[in-house]
């Protein structure tokens, strides 16, 4: 199982790449002179900057107020550049995990490989997925979150009455027009 461990990275951004309704979107982190690029879907994306922020503010609301975490990201840390290439994906993400350590105050990410459940290798043995580790600062989860807030609001504007996403030529909107293709709900 190989492992990505950025202790922290020099850079841990998230982009897409495409045309809004076609992008792909990717995890990059840099340091020690490499780089890693995983793929990963843009709800994974939005669950991510959320699950951050609701992480940071409950370890701020547990200390009382005196975690060292910043209610928003220092304007320093903000980093719209674009993802770094040429870039290779190293692998597609299948599940994330978060978690802080009060040893180091640090926010920990790990994206794991998305594994076929019916692939085995020629010894009957499931071949271990890849992870990619992070260990970041508040600060840095602030500006992360925020960038991917953003990222992920660069798509297709979503319809005002359903929520689901306008297409350049429009869409069927199915709150007026009754019908669901999914049936009533």
């Not at 879907?41 to 005196?66: I, M, T």
């Amino acid at each position: 199982m190989p492992v990505y461990d950025y202790d922290p990275p020099e850079r841990f951004v998230v982009g897409a790449v495409g045309q809004p309704g076609a992008r792909t979107f990717y995890l990059q982190a840099r340091g020690q002179g490499r780089i890693t690029t995983v793929v990963l879907e843009k709800f994974q994306v939005a669950v991510l900057a959320d699950r951050l922020d609701e992480l940071l503010d409950e370890v701020l609301r547990r200390s009382g107020g005196r975690a060292p975490i910043p209610a928003l990201p220092p304007a320093d840390l903000t980093d719209d550049e674009p993802l770094e290439t040429p870039f290779d994906e190293d692998f597609r993400v299948g599940t994330m995990a978060l978690g802080w350590d009060p040893e180091t105050s640090q926010v920990i990410i790990e994206a794991q490989e998305a594994v076929d459940e019916d692939e085995d290798d020629p010894t009957g043995e499931r071949p271990e997925p890849a992870v990619l580790r992070v260990r970041i600062s508040p600060a840095v989860a602030r500006a992360f979150s925020r960038r991917a807030l953003k990222v992920v609001a660069a798509g297709r504007p979503p319809c005002p009455l359903c929520g689901r996403p306008i297409d350049p030529h429009g869409h069927i909107c199915v709150r007026l027009n009754g019908h669901h293709p999914g049936g009533l709900r």
